[in-house]
């Protein structure tokens, strides 16, 4: 398996992204049922199936970013899929929704050609009636992403770069840690916990003493880690 590229169960990403589970599976590998029968899944993901279960890397999850945002506006499965489609093609690229491009410029991937009677191509807008709502979904996403020199996402601030809690798939295997350590918000939390009983009120204190940084950054993955349970 290649490295540092993150790898995220469907229940991890749904909480990153404060989404329901069995929509995000939905939605990165399909789903099937007697009432709608086979629905593809809306992005490409990479990972091989392993005991069953399957995963996301990091760039998928922040294209289910823009699927998200799509989701919102009530835009259609079959419409989303078509961006994905113009989008894929338009850039060359397998994972078109994590790239700069779209959360610069989402018009640019939101037409999707269709072929007339006479055989000639058109475009069609892809949003309906979500045409002025649709940009502004998606530029607080800008100040939340950092792009590579290759314009793909590389890191994710799921709170804002003023909560200090970093997604880098460089970096835990992705899981959210300490913006400028490499220490995972989960890991302070069961310190903390662990130190509750014994030190109460100065607990944090004593972890960010055992970790050697600062109680403003126990606290930052304390409040991550609360936000993340409220998905």
């Known amino acids: 398996m290649a490295l540092n590229t993150g790898i995220y169960t469907a229940g991890e990403a749904a909480s990153l992204l404060h989404e329901n ?30 005991e069953g279960q399957r995963a996301l890397t990091f760039v998928e999850l922040v294209e289910l970013l823009y699927v998200r945002a799509f ?3 009530g835009v259609s499965w079959s419409a989303i899929r078509e961006a994905a489609r ?13 790239l700069r491009q779209v959360y610069l410029d989402p018009d640019s991937v939101l037409y999707g050609a269709v072929t ?13 009636h979500g045409q002025q709502a649709f940009p502004q979904l998606v ?4 100040d939340q992403i950092e792009f590579g ?30 913006e400028g350590t490499r220490i995972p918000t989960s890991t302070l939390e069961e310190a903390f916990m662990a130190e509750r009983p014994v030190y109460g009120d100065r607990a944090v204190e004593r972890v960010a003493w055992m970790y050697d940084i600062k109680p403003k950054q126990v606290h930052a993955a304390l409040c991550f880690g609360q936000w993340l349970r409220a998905a």
């Open 116 to 128: 007339e009677s006479d055989g000639s191509e058109g475009l069609i807008l892809l949003r309906g």
């Open 149 to 178: 020199v290759d314009d793909v996402a590389s890191r994710w601030w799921p709170r804002g770069k003023e909560a200090g809690v970093l997604v880098d798939p460089r970096i835990a295997f992705g899981a959210p840690v300490i």
């Open 71 to 73: 989701h919102q506006l």
């Open 86 to 98: 113009v989008a894929a093609h338009l850039f060359a690229s397998p994972h078109p929704f994590a």
């Open 139 to 142: 530029k607080p996403y800008l």
């Open 21 to 50: 589970p069995r929509t995000v599976r939905r939605w990165a590998f399909g789903s099937s049922d007697a009432a709608r029968g086979r629905r593809k899944p809306l992005i490409r993901t990479e990972l091989p199936v392993l």
